[in-house]
């Protein structure tokens, strides 16, 4: 665990804005059993702001998926969860680690059950930093993808809302931007993540991956998500804004485009296979 997580000060403050804040479902589930997936599914269809929240992060796959259109290849999303990607990327096999309802197959990120060239799309949304071994996964991503085909990321960035979030809430994944391994083999299917370890790789290391991998040329990294994932709730809290103040949460993320880069708590990692 991060030295974060050892202030007992930061601790003491995020149970007691848990036990206040917590969503009645999230109440006393196991996030790293696959039952979890079943009330997952329930907060995102109780959760209108959540639900629209996924869907703009869904979103953030469409230009790969436009781009590609006339390539032959398969698509693919990794650790679907309880998520509905499908509705916006129609054919996306959807797959988990673990036995999921809302999903087609079961496996395992660092070795995908496709041959070399089989896929034109991998999408993850809110995955990477979850896998233990981030590099076996590019080297995955690098076999099976074809020439032309694309890898999209939609992960945690690292800004002064983002290590906020981690060090006062009491939640089951840290931030830690120190790291100097990508390596993070503690990591259950959903607790003990590093939510700095897309942005450890992609940004601060970004000369040692282009380096390791090549073939996956980095096309763009986009910022984006200001106030309006914090004012869902996501899956562990209640909303903090009723739903017919979406339009205002909207109007908040338009205005705040110019600056996402500093401000923005995600960010989308598009990804283009060459030779």
Known sequence: MPPLCSNSKFVNSGTFIKKIWQHPLARGIDVDHSDSLEVHRQILEAKPLLYEQHLRWYCECLPAFEETRDLEGKILEIGSGAGFLEQVIPDV?????????????????????????????IFL??????????????????????????????????????????????????FDDTIGDWTNDSADRMTHANLALPWVIFVRDRGRFEKEFPSLKIKEV????????????????????????????????????????????????????QE
């Open 93 to 121: 096999i959807k797959t988990d680690s673990v036995p999921n309802p809302f999903a087609e197959q079961i496996m395992n990120a660092e070795k995908l059950d496709f041959g070399g060239g089989e896929l034109k799309n």
């Open 125 to 174: 949304i809110s995955v990477l930093h979850h896998i233990p071994f981030p590099e076996k996964f590019f080297r995955e991503a690098e076999r099976c993808l074809k020439r032309g085909g694309r890898l999209v990321m939609v992960e945690p960035s690292n800004n002064f809302l983002q290590r906020f979030l981690a060090r006062y809430l009491d939640h089951y994944e840290y």
């Open 222 to 273: 986009r910022y984006h998500t200001f106030l309006s994932h914090v004012l869902t709730g996501g899956f562990s809290y209640r909303s903090l804004m009723p739903f017919w103040a979406s339009p205002a949460v909207n109007l908040i993320e338009t205005l705040a485009k110019p600056f996402m880069e500093r401000i923005g708590t995600m960010m989308t990692i598009d990804i283009v296979k």
